[in-house]
C-alpha cells in the first residue's frame, strides 16, 4: 500500500511540476515588447487627455511613436504634445489625417 501512495504522490509532484514548468514556458511568450509596452502607455495618455482620441492609432519601434488614424484640427496639437509627453518616446511621426469638423466620421462623433 505505500507503495502505490508513493506512486501516486511521485506523479502528483510529476504534474504540477509540469504544469509549472509550462505555464513559466506560456508566460514568457506572451510578456508584451517594450514596444506594445509605449504604445499602450501612448494610447492610455492619449485617452485620458483628448476628447476624441478613439480615432488615433499608435504603434511604436525603438522608442519612435507612429500616430494614425484622424483628429480634429483643433486636437492635434494636443494629440502631439501628449504623445512627446510620455516618458521613452522619442520621436513622434505625424500621419493623423486632420479635419476641420467632425464631419460624418464615427471616432470624430461626441
Keep these: 500500500m505505500d507503495k502505490h501512495v508513493g506512486l501516486i504522490a ?5 504534474a504540477t511540476l509540469s504544469l509549472l514548468l509550462d505555464s513559466k514556458r ?5 510578456r508584451t515588447s517594450p514596444n ?7 494610447c492610455a495618455e492619449l485617452d485620458e487627455e483628448i476628447e476624441h482620441a478613439r480615432g488615433i ?6 522608442n519612435e511613436v507612429t500616430l494614425r488614424g484622424v483628429a480634429l484640427r483643433e486636437e492635434l ?12 518616446v522619442l520621436v513622434v511621426n505625424n500621419e493623423i ?14
Design 77 to 88: 496639437p494636443d494629440v502631439l504634445s501628449t504623445a512627446r509627453s510620455v516618458d521613452g
Design 97 to 110: 489625417q486632420v479635419r476641420d469638423t467632425p464631419g460624418n466620421v464615427h471616432e470624430l462623433q461626441s
Design 26 to 30: 506560456n508566460a514568457q511568450q506572451f
Design 10 to 14: 511521485g506523479f502528483g509532484v510529476g
Design 36 to 42: 506594445h509596452q509605449l504604445a499602450a502607455i501612448v
Design 57 to 62: 492609432q499608435v504603434f511604436a519601434d525603438d
